[in-house]
């Protein structure tokens, strides 16, 4: 019933019935034109609908970026937008606790840097029940560095302090990869995801396609 043209998220939740999954990414994912979830709902996914790494049970502590970024990236080239495919999708905020990726289909969306960011910087104070960030009561858990890909060859990005939000491009699909300062004492933690994924929309500028 939402008119033609407004923009429509979707933030997943966790799931454990893979043919649910399946239809969701086959029906639901066209009709959406922006995508949320974290990492078991990413991995989940991808063994579902036999996606990249699908034979990895779970995530060894940090999810590693280059798989992440695979998959990412195969989401959007198998059932985001492209010329021969009616679909709507073209953006997926990736968040888990030690870092965020947003990818996004060239064309459709600007300022990535900041949406990025702004979702990691909402991580810190949300968790912590802070205004802004509070750098004794956060720490640093994503990795220094990482490779870009693990099904082609990836670039490997060393992260810079000065300038920590990492951009890089695969297909006409750019990555935007930003550490998330990390609340060591948690208060509030529910709706998190949520909160992060709104952040980034807040900041985020969509360029319609009708």
């Known amino acids: ?12 939740a966790s799931m454990t019935n893979r043919e649910l999954m399946s239809s969701i990414v086959h029906q639901v994912f066209p009709a ?5 979830l974290n990492e078991q709902e990413l991995l989940f996914l991808s063994q579902s609908a036999s996606g ?24 959007l080239k198998e059932h985001g937008r492209s010329k021969s495919r009616a679909s709507d999708l073209t953006r997926i905020h990736f968040h888990t606790l030690a870092y965020h990726i947003l990818a996004t289909v060239d064309g459709h969306w ?3 840097l900041a949406a990025v960011a702004a979702g990691a910087r909402m991580a810190g104070t ?6 802004t960030i509070n750098a ?28 920590p939000v990492v ?4 297909e006409g699909i750019s990555f935007h990869f930003t550490p998330v300062l ?12 949520d909160a992060i994924s709104a952040e980034g929309l807040f900041y985020s500028e969509v360029h319609p396609h009708y």
């Open 182 to 193: 990390v609340c060591k004492d948690p208060i509030r933690t529910v709706g998190l995801g």
């Open 52 to 75: 990249p790494h699908s034979s990895l049970s779970s995530w060894n502590g940090v999810p590693d970026v280059g798989m992440v970024s695979d998959i990412l990236f195969w989401i």
């Open 136 to 163: 004794s009561r956060v720490s640093l858990r994503a990795p220094r560095e990482f490779m870009t890909s693990h099904s082609e060859a990836g670039s490997r990005i060393v992260v810079n302090p000065n300038k």
């Open 110 to 112: 600007a300022n990535q």
């Open 1 to 12: 019933d939402i008119p033609t043209g407004i923009p429509v998220h979707l933030e997943l």
């Open 126 to 131: 949300q968790a912590c029940a802070t205004e």
């Open 167 to 170: 951009e890089w491009h695969r």
């Open 32 to 36: 959406v034109t922006s995508l949320g």
